[in-house]
């Protein structure tokens, strides 16, 4: 019976085709620069006036705000306070979402938490001088599975949900930006490749002590640093065999890390730390990528402990 029911799940499987994840159906700019092709999110400042423009003309929309409009220029001013707002483009045949990212000043933040979400304190916690100079983003559940890039959601950088909403983090859209690119490098000789699997992404200062680590001054604080692994599909929850070595080790993570390289050293991403990371108890290799704005490395280790041969 079992072998029965096995042969069938592979047949279920082996008959469906990977699924692809799409990209923005609109190139736009906003305040005339131009969104990046896989990005689907964007940071103004509140009470701002925003400019999102298109080549062709477009029906625009940010519901929440009643703002509509038809035409190629959509210019409006946004409400002086913070939020996270959808805003849609259509034309007779594509639709397409972005999320409108308004983060809170630093001067909001005060206490050792955001309306009861637990952040704790950056530095010494006597001094404002550490607090994250991009600001905060409030989550509802309406926008935390929303995709902000081709593969990416919020969800996937904030993986420590708590309390009730809304929720809390920092992030630096950079980060997003540079693994969408990384991801696209390894896809050109690992076309299998479908997935940016996240383990961590942003922790709070009191999250990030939980979890033994002793650094206030971590990147993963200020959203700017991210662990991942890169799989095919259906996913398994572990990093593919990317350097085609016919092993899951280690160095499939250096393949990562020489991909991000590549792309730091063209200029097409902000350079950062990246190193690669050995099995670990609760989990296979991984990457750790972040856009500190200065190269990093340091030692994975990678000799010390066998990996397994899958």
């Known amino acids: 019976m079992y072998s029965m029911v096995m042969f069938l799940v592979f047949l279920m499987f082996s008959g469906q085709e990977a699924p692809v994840s799409s990209e923005p159906v609109f190139s736009i700019s906003v305040n005339n620069a131009q969104l990046d092709p896989h990005m689907m ?3 103004v400042s509140a009470g701002e006036q925003v400019t999102l423009s298109c080549n062709d003309s477009l029906n625009w929309s940010i519901p929440s705000l009643d703002f509509n409009s038809t035409c ?3 210019t409006f001013t946004l409400p002086r306070s913070h939020g996270t707002y959808i805003v849609t483009a259509s034309d007779s045949i594509a639709y397409q979402e972005w999320i409108m990212i308004v983060p809170l000043s630093s001067d909001q933040f005060r206490t050792a938490s955001i309306n009861s979400f637990s952040v704790g304190f950056y530095g010494d916690g006597n001094s404002r001088d550490n607090l994250p100079d991009r600001g905060f983003i409030e989550l509802w559940p309406d926008v935390f599975e929303a995709r902000i890039s081709t593969h990416l959601s919020f ?3 904030l ?3 708590q309390g009730s909403w809304p929720q809390y983090m920092v992030l630096d859209l950079r980060l997003v930006h540079k693994l969408e690119c990384v991801f696209e490098e390894v896809a050109k000789s690992y076309p299998e490749a479908r997935d940016i ?3 961590s992404g942003f922790r709070t200062p009191v999250y990030n002590e939980a979890i033994g680590n ?3 001054f971590s990147l993963h604080l200020y959203g700017a640093a991210s662990d991942f ?3 095919g599909w259906p996913d398994n929850d572990l990093i593919d065999d990317l350097d085609r070595n016919k092993r899951i080790d280690v160095f499939d993570g250096e393949f990562i890390v020489d991909a991000a390289r590549r792309l730091e050293a063209s200029g097409e991403v902000v350079v950062g730390g990246a190193s690669a990371y050995r099995w670990i108890t609760s989990h296979g290799p991984f990457v750790h990528l972040d856009t500190r704005g200065t190269p990093a490395v340091w030692q994975t280790r ?3 402990v066998d990996n397994p041969v899958l």
């Open 41 to 43: 999110a964007f940071v």
């Open 72 to 74: 190629r220029n959509f």
């Open 155 to 157: 969800s996937d950088f």
């Open 159 to 161: 993986g420590h949900t």
């Open 197 to 199: 699997h996240c383990i």
């Open 214 to 216: 002793e650094t206030g």
């Open 229 to 231: 692994w890169i799989e």
């Open 302 to 304: 990678e000799s010390l």
